[in-house]
């Protein structure tokens, strides 16, 4: 199977991208860097900084924000933690039917491809050509999955990096099919992410920001040592003792696991325009449209009924997450995000801070909100349904099944432009801002990548 992904990997290129395809992944770029910068400031992203601020590296490509210099490892690792600190990245679900099979991240692909694409000075079209794979092998990897799903078994989703990098990375390279089969093995058989990163039983920890990034960290490293004839499992798919028949418990359909040409997962991918879990974007938007529309104020509040998804109320509404302590806790947390929700009247960057998760008024809130799963709305995931009552007696309800940013109800580019300022004007010139706009909207006549890479440094005062 290894090879069959390889033969893949080798045979896509950039004149089988329809303009649509090659748009959508521009738009995709830009709010994964706006997501980012969002994370710059975070505990996570500067103690990695700091990490390599204390070791010599060969200075390849740019870290965010900072523009430190160092190995692209370590910009895939460092930028990697960035996009996904915030949890404002896109996203994406799979169903089998009605059933809810597994959610994840496609863009977690891009900060690695960035960084190894300014080691190798690749072009714009290299780049968008590898993130169309990196969301097409994404897709196809988690398709193959039945039975219960690698949540269940205990394994989280984001261990695909291990398998689908080295394809990424092995393109970027030159690699030949050979080289790629022994990239996968490497990788493959060396790393895999254990569930409790992501279950509903356990508070969140840092480590959830760099679950994909350290996957493609070895998926990269993997690349490069097959480059210089190491060598790896070939079978690691299928083989004994391989993923199939130890993590999935042969529960795997390998029919699914090379992606089918001319489909083009990225199209389907989901924008967020809030900050929270995807799966509760349904009952959150539908939260915000009552206090804005009917002006509720949260000392009206008497109660608050959410209806979701049975996936939303087993993964959001765990006991352990009630009242969050941390950013990565809160962003998974329909209890704290429905009382910001009202409080604030968004949900953004700004919603989360210490002081916040232990204000009074949003814990008070949070006592109010009944929270319960209805398998009717695993169909139409995300879909939600808020009903306020108040203290005056008065009931409003609202349901969203498709929240803006969803493949069914998209942001416009304009949305995506706004998105992006509201992260990195508090770092950056309109002029640089609209610089690195310009230049991800152009970014297949670019002939160096690098140069989008220094863009998306802060600005000395």
């Not at 004149?15 to 996570?44: K, M, N």
């Not at 896109?90 to 959610?103: H, K, S, W």
């Not at 990269?220 to 028949?245: R, S």
């Not at 992606?259 to 990225?266: H, N, S, W």
Request: hydrophobic letters at 35%; glycine letters at 8%.
């Amino acid at each position: 199977m290894a090879r069959e992904l390889a033969k893949y990997a080798t045979s896509l290129t950039f004149q089988d991208l329809p303009p649509d395809v090659i748009h959508q992944t521009e738009r995709v770029v830009l709010d994964t860097l706006g997501c980012a910068i969002g994370g710059y400031a975070s505990e996570s992203s500067q103690g990695i900084q700091e990490y390599i601020k204390e070791a010599a590296y060969p200075e390849e490509a740019t870290i965010f924000g900072s523009g430190l210099r160092t190995s692209c490892l370590n910009t895939a690792l460092a930028n990697g933690a960035m996009v996904r600190y915030l949890d404002y990245n896109d996203t994406a679900f799979i169903l089998q039917g009605e059933i809810y099979r597994t959610g994840y991240h496609p863009s977690e692909v891009i900060p690695a491809i960035l960084a190894l694409a300014e080691r190798q000075h690749l072009s714009g079209s290299d780049v968008i050509t590898a993130i169309v794979m990196g969301y097409d092998l994404s897709l196809s990897f988690l398709e193959g999955v039945v039975g219960p799903g690698m949540e269940k078994k205990g394994w989280n989703g984001d261990s695909r990096g291990a398998y689908i990098m080295p394809l990424i990375a092995g393109k970027m390279l030159g690699l030949n099919e050979n080289q790629m089969e022994n990239a996968v093995g490497i990788s493959g058989s060396c790393h895999a992410v254990l569930g409790i990163l992501d279950t509903p039983a356990e508070e969140y920890t840092m480590t959830k920001n760099i679950r994909f990034p350290m996957m493609a960290y070895s998926g990269i490293l993997a690349a490069m040592l097959a480059q210089k004839g190491f060598t790896g499992p070939t079978t690691i798919i299928e083989g004994h003792d391989g993923f199939v028949e130890t993590i999935m418990g042969g529960e795997y359909d390998l029919s699914k696991i090379v992606p089918r040409k001319g489909k083009f997962a990225i199209r389907e991918t989901c924008i967020k325009s809030i900050i929270a879990d995807f799966s509760s974007h349904g009952h959150l938007t539908a939260t915000l449209n009552l206090v804005k529309e009917n002006d509720i104020k949260p000392e009206d509040v008497a109660e608050v009924r959410i209806t979701t998804s049975k996936r939303c109320a087993e993964h959001t509404g765990d006991p352990v997450k009630k009242y969050p302590k941390n950013k990565e806790t809160a962003d998974h947390s329909s209890y704290y995000l429905t009382a910001i929700a009202i409080i604030d009247r968004q949900i953004g960057p700004d919603q989360f801070s210490p002081e916040k998760f232990q204000d009074p008024k949003v814990r008070a809130l949070i006592d109010k909100v009944i929270l319960q799963g209805d398998p009717n709305l695993d169909k139409v995931r995300p879909a939600g349904i808020s009903e306020i009552t108040t203290r005056q007696g008065k009931k409003y309800q609202c349901q969203v099944d498709f929240p803006r940013g969803h493949a069914r109800n998209p942001m416009t580019d304009e949305e995506i432009m706004g998105k992006f300022k509201n992260m990195a004007s508090k770092y950056m010139s309109d002029r640089r801002m609209r610089e690195i706009i310009d230049t991800v909207f152009e970014l297949d006549k670019l002939d160096d990548v690098g140069k989008l890479n220094r863009l998306v440094v802060f600005e000395q005062s």
